[in-house]
């Protein structure tokens, strides 16, 4: 017996008598409401051509921003070494930190009557930072995909942050730079330090007598 054809033998058998009106509707399909990429505008005192642009721009950062949360988990699953154990905590703060930008760029962009991108399959298709392997690497290398990953979205939130301020939007302009620019610097900083490279026990410019 199929699953359909047992779901039917429930739904007409004597017990589910009287029940109609509690049962699931299951298997539904329809159009979807809104395509991806249009808008349904909303009465929020901004013109449809300032949305559009802004739509586009936090779409960017999104899927961006959704890929380097994923790379800290990652790493943060992945890390080796001397340093594992206050790399393996920071990687997740930061994780953390970048999944509260994530819903706060794409509720933005549903604000604005847009589409947030969602799916991992169509993040992959969109970001612009360079896919990883599978496979672990060692820590110095780990750092540098997350600086570079971190100096592309800085780049794209700043040169957007100004497009959002010329065009009015002055709420996208501040979550671009109050939210995203001030996060990844944060984490820029506490993640770079960590390849400088200091001696940990003798001091090497140590005088000697
Ligand atoms: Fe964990």
Redesign the pocket.
Known sequence: MNRTASFETLKEGPSAEGTERAQPQLHQQAREIQPFGKIAKLPIALDEEACVSSVQALNQVLADTMVLRDLYKKH??QVSGHTFYQL?LLF?KHFGEQSELVDLIAERIMMLGGISVAMAADVAEMTLIPRPPKGREEVPVQISRLLHAHEIVLEEARTMARQADRNGDDGTNDLLVSNVIRTNESQVWFVAEHVVDEPLVRAEGQETE
């Open positions: 943060h699953w393996h997740d």
